[in-house]
């Protein structure tokens, strides 16, 4: 029986390909430091670790007892616009962190690692995006994510360890931490309404986004070691269909059962059209149907109801202030005079 590390597997998407692993008949080893996810997350059945991808030995220590057969990188702080602000953050937790796993995965002889990555590697004006563009990041977490990737390239290159890379897009669903503020734009609404609060856009809602469902991306994922095709492979995969965030606020709505009530905040700097094309990750995979916006989003809300609220989190050790977007500043400062 082979074995399987998921990093962040206590989060949002990790927690997903975590029990879709363990669907698959793969032993299962989650580690997570908590820091976005939640013990409820973890699958039944699956053996959890608390740590941190930053304590290289104690991923020694794990990979030495596990004889780990695959690597499934998830864990990261996947915040773009916030990534500005927290640069060292940023880089520890998505790079040196990374650097951790695949100096272990080398040493240990892993199979294969599969790293999620992010479309903030494109940059702007290149939507649709497919894998043969030259990648050219806006934000410091979409810089990140390019230089795991450029790692796992070369650690091929060097070391003969198999990668599959995906760089999956505005993924929502049930799990997704709702107390986020910085990203999640769903999982943001529908906090925002169960608390009685408008939903909050930045900018005029024009922004164009391919939101994703998780159950369409986490198979996939989780599957994808078993496909010879795809190692030393880049993948985007995620939904076809592009919608503005002002048409997802009024879905959210409608699937809560609120009334639609939105505040414009200022814009912030971001990419105005991201979505991608997934031709190539057809070709390999499988062309497979697509679960609907509107039924993602109604399951999801289910699920929230189900749940409920969750308290808003304060990123608390912001680096550089300057052009922080006001809403988030207004935060940050509430929160040092509290102290």
């Keep these: 029986m082979s074995v399987a590390l998921v990093t962040g597997g206590a989060g949002f998407m990790g927690s997903h390909v975590a029990e879709q692993l363990a669907r698959n008949g793969h032993q299962v080893v989650v580690l997570d430091d908590l820091s976005g996810g939640f013990v409820d997350n973890v699958p039944n059945g699956v053996t959890f670790v608390k740590g941190s991808i930053l304590d290289h030995d104690l991923i020694d220590q794990l990979f030495k007892k596990h004889s780990f057969t695959y690597?499934?990188?998830?864990?990261?702080?996947?915040?773009?616009?916030?990534?500005?602000?927290?640069?060292?953050?940023?880089?520890?937790?998505n790079l040196i962190g990374s650097v951790n796993l695949i100096n272990a995965c080398v040493n240990y002889e892993v199979k294969c690692l599969v790293f999620t990555s992010s479309i903030a590697v494109y940059g702007a004006g290149q939507a649709p995006m497919r894998e043969e563009m030259r990648p050219a990041p806006e934000d410091s977490y979409g810089i990140a994510k390019l230089a795991v990737e450029q790692e796992l390239k070369v650690s091929h290159e060097m070391f003969g360890l198999d990668y599959i890379i995906f760089r999956p897009h505005n993924v929502y669903g049930e799990r997704q931490n709702i107390g986020d503020r910085y990203r999640n734009?769903?999982?943001?609404?529908?906090?925002?309404?169960?608390?009685?609060e408008p939903m909050t856009i930045f900018g005029d809602g024009t922004q164009i986004r391919a939101f994703t469902h998780i159950n369409d991306v986490a198979p996939t994922i989780a599957s994808s070691v078993d496909i010879p095709a795809a190692r030393n492979q880049i993948f985007n995969v995620g939904a076809d269909v592009p919608y503005a965030v002002n048409?997802?606020?009024?879905?959210?709505?409608?699937?809560?059962?609120?009334?639609?009530?939105?505040?414009?905040l200022d814009p912030r700097n971001e990419v105005k059209v991201a979505f991608?094309?997934?031709?190539?990750?057809?070709?390999?995979?499988?062309?497979?149907?697509?679960?609907?916006l509107a039924t993602g989003i109604s399951a999801m809300a289910a699920w929230v109801k189900a749940n409920g609220a969750r308290e808003s989190s304060i990123f608390e050790d912001i680096e550089v202030r300057k052009n922080m977007p006001a809403s988030w500043a207004r935060v940050e400062c509430k929160a040092t005079v509290a102290q």
């Design 71 to 93: 690597v499934y990188h998830l864990a990261a702080y996947a915040a773009e616009g916030l990534s500005h602000f927290i640069k060292r953050f940023n880089y520890n937790n």
């Design 247 to 264: 048409d997802l606020a009024f879905i959210v709505a409608g699937a809560m059962g609120a009334e639609y009530r939105v505040a414009h």
């Design 185 to 196: 734009v769903v999982g943001i609404f529908m906090n925002q309404i169960l608390r009685g």
């Design 276 to 292: 991608s094309d997934h031709i190539k990750a057809q070709q390999v995979f499988g062309k497979k149907p697509q679960t609907t």
